[in-house]
């Protein structure tokens, strides 16, 4: 496999038409074009429709109900105060994160369409979501 083929798949960027190039150079067979894209609509699939979908929904809850019990009176300290800003933090990376959903969707209904509504959002969602932890570390 390639170095373009094994980013491809690992990390979900880009699109299959990548691969499919790949394959019309001669770099790779057809049939195993036809694993990785099964593969990659497959993964793409679970983690964008299920696993993400889990993740933000209950890590949202849990930072929101951590946040209104930390913006009580009672809790006010130095170290509750850095507590709140890390679960605001938290809370702007799980609600770009949870971007990728219906992206995903889309890409199961109308391709075209979430490939346009993909190319408008990542660079916002992508930025915002990898400067959220960095400040909170």
């Given at each position: 496999m390639t170095d373009l083929s094994m980013t491809l798949v690992a990390t979900g960027s880009g699109n299959m038409s990548d691969l499919h190039n790949m394959n019309l150079h001669g770099n790779e067979s057809s049939n195993t074009y036809h694993q990785y894209e099964t593969f990659y609509l497959r993964a793409r699939f679970i983690t964008g429709l299920v696993f993400y979908l889990i993740i933000c929904v209950f890590g949202i809850t849990s930072n929101i109900k951590s946040?209104?019990?930390?913006?009580?009176?009672?809790?006010?300290?130095?170290?509750?105060?850095?507590?709140?800003?890390?679960?605001?933090?938290?809370?702007?990376?799980?609600?770009?994160?949870?971007?990728?959903?219906?992206?995903?969707?889309?890409?199961?209904?109308?391709?075209?369409?979430?490939?346009?509504?993909?190319?408008?959002?990542?660079?916002?969602?992508?930025?915002?979501?990898?400067?959220?932890?960095?400040?909170?570390?």
């Open positions: 946040i209104i019990v930390m913006s009580q009176r009672k809790m006010r300290s130095s170290t509750n105060t850095y507590l709140f800003a890390l679960e605001i933090s938290d809370l702007i990376k799980l609600l770009f994160d949870l971007l990728y959903f219906p992206v995903t969707l889309l890409f199961q209904i109308d391709t075209p369409a979430a490939q346009k509504a993909h190319e408008m959002l990542y660079p916002y969602a992508h930025y915002v979501s990898n400067a959220s932890p960095c400040i909170s570390a």
